[in-house]
């Protein structure tokens, strides 16, 4: 896995490929060829089209159990307004 720049926009590509088997690939931006990236230093300053994807391992269960209570909390307010409303309709 490897990050790929190009130079013509500068701009640069995250690929899920080692960076042995990333040449050939087209850049997203202008559809000029990409390089490879050797060090990361020569990502600096540039765009980034495809950025690498945040690691499984940081994605926790508390970031699952955070969405999840996200969720219930809207489906309680959405009752909640629900039930308002039925109430506001009897006489
Ligand atoms: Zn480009």
């Known amino acids: 896995m490897s990050h790929s720049k ?6 640069r590509v995250w690929r899920d490929v080692p960076a042995a088997e990333s040449a050939g690939f087209l850049c997203p931006g202008c559809g000029s ?8 230093s020569e990502l600096i300053g540039l765009r980034a089209l495809r950025v690498r994807p ?9 970031h699952s159990e955070r ?12 009752d909640a307004e629900r039930q308002r409303r039925i109430d506001a309709l009897r006489p």
């Open 6 to 11: 190009c130079l013509r926009c500068r701009s």
């Open 33 to 40: 060829e990409l390089e490879p990236v050797t060090d990361l």
């Open 54 to 62: 945040r690691s499984p391992l940081r994605q926790s269960a508390d």
């Open 67 to 78: 969405i999840s209570q996200q969720i219930r909390q809207t489906i309680a307010a959405h």
